[in-house]
């Protein structure tokens, strides 16, 4: 559970760098001392786990929908030759990632 919670911190804190302690409450309702806890290692209730990954998840949702409508409009009006390059730098991408996770768990 420690591994679940504190990566799921991390992706909402990525997710919104600007906010503070009492924007983070305000956003999950979970009260300002027990956020304050919970970034600070306590284990969290599995409410809490559910309030912000379904605040991730709506954010994912709509970040998707636009990438696969930019990624149909691209389809439809790019030429072959751009189309390889734009699937040659997504991949180029994930193994980027792919190469950063592997480092950070060594």
Known sequence: MEKVQSNLLKAYRQ???HFGLREMSKETGIQLTRMHRLLNGS????????????????????EL???????????DKLNSTVLDKLIAQMKRELHLLKLKERLQFA
Do not use: Y
């Not at 284990?43 to 709509?62: A, H």
């Open 15 to 17: 997710a919104r760098p």
């Open 43 to 62: 284990e969290m209730k599995v409410k809490e786990l559910r309030i912000i990954q379904e605040l991730l998840n709506q954010e994912k949702g709509e």
């Open 65 to 75: 929908s636009s990438f696969l409508h930019m990624a149909e409009e691209c389809a």
